[in-house]
Nanobody, 125 residues
Framework: QVQLVESGGALVQPGGSLRLSCAAS????????IGWFRQAPGKEREGVLC????????YATDSVKGRFTISKNNAMNTMSLHMTGLKSEDTAIYYC??????????????????WGQGTQVTVSS
């Protein structure tokens, strides 16, 4: 049984930083594509940062380039999202995800099979 468990969501002031973590069991994050997605109220779920397992390639949505980074720890089977320079428009529920069918790079939520429960990130003064 595959499980992804996220942690780290919080209320943070604009300009602040936050690190989200995702612990996986039942699947190796080293073997398949991984990604962080977010969904704000009234909006569709969007890919924030995604990483290929085959070559380490990274996709980043334009609004987070230079501010957010994705990483993974193969020994611990965890992945992280490090967010800096947070803005109010970053407020959303953030999800980690992985797949058993893609080893390359994809930011399409429909290509991901397994999802965490979501963690709320609120950026507000």
């Amino acid at each position: 049984q595959v499980q992804l468990v996220e942690s780290g969501g919080a209320l943070v002031q604009p300009g602040g930083s936050l690190r989200l973590s995702c612990a996986a069991s039942g699947i190796s994050l080293d073997e398949y594509a991984i990604g962080w997605f977010r969904q704000a109220p009234g909006k569709e779920r969007e890919g924030v940062l995604c990483m290929s397992a085959s070559d380490g390639g990274i996709y980043a949505t334009d609004s987070v380039k230079g501010r957010f980074t994705i990483s993974k720890n193969n020994a611990m089977n965890t992945m992280s999202l490090h967010m800096t320079g947070l803005k109010s428009e970053d407020t959303a529920i953030y999800y980690c995800a992985t797949t058993r069918t893609w080893t390359g790079l994809t930011s399409d939520p429909n290509e991901y099979d397994y999802w965490g429960q979501g963690t709320q990130v609120t950026v507000s003064s």
